[in-house]
Nanobody
Framework: QVQLVESGGGSVQAGGSLRLSCAAPGFTYSRYCMGWFRQAPGKEREGVASLNSYGMTSYAASVKGRFTISKDNDKNTLYLQMNSLKPEDTAMYYC????????????????WGQGTQVTVSS
């Protein structure tokens, strides 16, 4: 099992930015689908962004144009740059890794991090 460790969460005012990181020492990101998911209290986990081994990305409609997923294969680190944050972006954010299919469906991912909290105030 792959250990994924998120960081970079915090509290920010609406309109602000945060960059989340997901580190996995010894894990080869380049061969997997990587994704970011989030879960707000009382809501189901939802896919935010994904990045496949060819560099193709997908985004939830609610974050498209504001969030950017990327990875640094040399550092084995996945990122989520979040700009123009809104209160409705408040959630626990998780990174995940999957062996094949790639997208915003959580069932395609086998390994999950412990999450990092993002809170956006109005």
């Amino acid at each position: 099992q792959v250990q994924l460790v998120e960081s970079g969460g915090g509290s920010v005012q609406a309109g602000g930015s945060l960059r989340l990181s997901c580190a996995a020492p010894g894990f080869t990101y380049s061969r997997y689908c990587m994704g970011w998911f989030r879960q707000a209290p009382g809501k189901e986990r939802e896919g935010v962004a994904s990045l496949n081994s060819y560099g193709m990305t997908s985004y939830a409609a609610s974050v498209k144009g504001r969030f950017t997923i990327s990875k640094d294969n040399d550092k084995n680190t996945l990122y989520l740059q979040m700009n123009s944050l809104k209160p409705e972006d408040t959630a626990m954010y998780y990174c995940a890794a999957g062996p094949s299919r790639c997208g915003l469906f959580s069932g395609w991912y086998n390994d999950w991090g412990q999450g990092t909290q993002v809170t956006v105030s109005s």
